[in-house]
C-alpha cells in the first residue's frame, strides 16, 4: 500500500524542547516537502529536497532543521528558535519528471507547544 | 476540530447546485496550476491540475478554467454533494522542480 505517512498525528511538547516529526514516503518519489499551515493561511513551504543529501530552505525556515539521508525519509526539527511553533505540519512528495508538478501529501502532525 | 481555515473565505452552496471557487495567481511565468481539497485533519488531496497551453480541463464532476490574461483559476463542481464540503486551494508551479506555491484557500460548505 504506497504513500506518504507522519507520525504522530498529535505531538505535544513544552517550550523550550526541540521535537522531531516523522515523514516516510514509499512512492519512491525524489522530491520531498515540509509546509506549515496555520487558521485563516494556505500552506507555507518550510524545507524541500530534491535529491538525497541535499534539501534547499524555503520561505519560512528560521528555527527549523532537515535531513534527508534516505529517498524514503525527510525528518523535520522543530527548535527552541522556533517562536510560533503550534501549527499543522505536512509533508509531501512527487516526482521530478519534466512536468510533473503533483504532490502527495501526508495526513499530517498537528503540534501543540506550551 | 482542527483549527485550519477559520478565517478563509466561504462559499455556502445548496447540495445539488452547481459550485464556482476562484483563486488569482501571482506569477505571469507559472507554467501549471493545481487544486487540492483539504477535509478537516486531514491532507490535501489532489483533485485537478491544468498547464498553461490551455484554458479548460475536466475531470469527473470538475471542470478547471484558467484566464491568463488576467491571472484568474476557477473550480467549477458540479451537483455539489455533502462531501465535497472542505476546504480548497489552488497552487502554482513556477518553475523550480515541482516546488508549489499555495494560494490561502476557500471554505466550501454544502447545504441540505
Known amino acids: 500500500d504506497g504513500g506518504i505517512t507522519q507520525s504522530p498525528k498529535y505531538l505535544f511538547r513544552k517550550e523550550g524542547q526541540n521535537v522531531t516529526l516523522s515523514c516516510e514516503q514509499n512512492l519512491n518519489h525524489d522530491a520531498m516537502y515540509w509546509y506549515r499551515q496555520d487558521p485563516g493561511q494556505g500552506l507555507r513551504l518550510i524545507y524541500y529536497?530534491?535529491?538525497?543529501?541535499?534539501?534547499q530552505k524555503g520561505d519560512i525556515a528560521e528555527g527549523y532543521s532537515v535531513s534527508r539521508e534516505k529517498k524514503e525519509s525527510f525528518p523535520l526539527t522543530v527548535t527552541s528558535a522556533q517562536k510560533n511553533p503550534t501549527a499543522f505540519y505536512l509533508c509531501?512528495?512527487?516526482?521530478?519528471?519534466?512536468?510533473?508538478?503533483?504532490?502527495?501529501f501526508g495526513p499530517g502532525t498537528r503540534l501543540t507547544v506550551t | 476540530g482542527e483549527s485550519v481555515g477559520l478565517h478563509l473565505p466561504t462559499l455556502s452552496v445548496q447540495e445539488g447546485d452547481n459550485s464556482i471557487i476562484n483563486c488569482a495567481y501571482s506569477n505571469s511565468a507559472s507554467d501549471y496550476f493545481i487544486w487540492y481539497k483539504q477535509e478537516s485533519g486531514k491532507g490535501p488531496q489532489f483533485i485537478i491540475d491544468i498547464r498553461s497551453n490551455m484554458d479548460k480541463r475536466q475531470g469527473q464532476r470538475v471542470t478547471v478554467l484558467l484566464n491568463k490574461t488576467v491571472k484568474h483559476l476557477s473550480l467549477q463542481i458540479a451537483a455539489t454533494q455533502p462531501g465535497d464540503s472542505a476546504v480548497y486551494f489552488c497552487?502554482?508551479?513556477?518553475?523550480?522542480?515541482?516546488?508549489?506555491?499555495f494560494g490561502t484557500g476557500t471554505r466550501l460548505q454544502v447545504t441540505l
Open positions: 509531501a512528495s512527487s516526482h521530478l519528471d519534466r512536468g510533473v508538478h503533483e504532490q502527495y
Open positions: 529536497s530534491q535529491i538525497v543529501n541535499d534539501f
Open positions: 497552487a502554482e508551479n513556477t518553475g523550480t522542480a515541482s516546488k508549489l506555491t
